[in-house]
Every structure is written in C-alpha cells, then in structure tokens.
C-alpha cells in the first residue's frame, strides 16, 4: 500500500510539471501518465556534471511516442532544458543522454543496447526482458491499467549512471 502511495505522488508531481491542455479534474491518458514516468525518470537521474540541455533519443514509433514527443518537448527539469528526437532509421543516437525505446517491432533494441554500451546514456525500454537484454529502466504494464518499472541497477552502475535512491526504492529490482 505503502509503494502505491509513493507511485502516485511520484505520478501526481510529474503530471504537473508536464504541459497540458486538460482541466486538473479530467483524468490523464495512460499514455500521459507513461510520459509523466519518463520525465520523473530522467528527473531523478544526477546528471554530472550539469548539463544545460539533455537530449532525449526516441527510437521506433507507436502510439505512445508521439504522446511522449509532444509532452517532454520544450520541458524544464529545474534549469535544464529537455530536447527530444524521433529517430527512424539507422541514424547516429549514441550523443544522447536518453533513449527511450518503443515496442516496436521494426526495432532490434539488443542491436541498439550493444551500440551504445559504455556511453553512459539512460536507456527506457518497454519489452519484456528489456533490462536483461542490457536496459536500464523497463515499463510493465499491469493487468488492472497500471504501470510498474523495474531497474537494472548493475548495468546503470556500468554505465555511471547514478539513478535517485528514491526512485530505486519504486522500482522492481533486477537481479
């Protein structure tokens, strides 16, 4: 119950600083509410040195990306400005800070997790199996609508990338 709490104030706080044409009464789309989970993801990362802008990567296409697309585009995390791309093809991801991606299945996500292995870049995935392949953060969806993640954190330390104790505390760990 305790963990339920948790994920929604986590939720709750992210769907404010996401921009929204919507009354706070009406209820969010499940694919808002995944794009308030990515924000606080890469929100609770210790970015150092500081950066001035991190670059978020999307790699494939589905429903779900075009949403995330429009929500973290031109967003702040404190004084750090968000900057999305939509990649398609083969094209040179490995200088972003983020990578989300999608479950697609025109997309190889290992070939992708071997490209850019030892580059220090927070990968967000959506496949089952996604953080033993490589991933670091992995969405679950429940059976009743809700979302889970889990955390690999032995390959985030690999990686030297220091995720938040308290966003780890949320997260189904992945031995």
Sequence with gaps: MRLKVKISLIIVFGLF???TNTCAAQKFTKHEL????VYNFIRFVDWLPEKETISIGIIGNNQFTEVLKYKLTNQKI????LKVNQFFE???YTSCDVIYIANDDNIDDEIILEKIKGKSILTIGEKDGFCLK???INFIEGDNG?????????IALQEKIKISSKLLK???DIK
Aim: proline letters at 0%; aromatic letters at 14%.
């Design 170 to 172: 949320l997260a189904i």
């Design 17 to 19: 600083m996401l921009k």
């Design 90 to 92: 083969l094209q040179d």
């Design 146 to 154: 809700n979302y889970f993640f889990e955390i690999n954190q032995k």
């Design 134 to 136: 490589g991933g670091i």
């Design 34 to 37: 995944k794009s308030a989970y």
């Design 78 to 81: 404190e004084n750090i400005q």
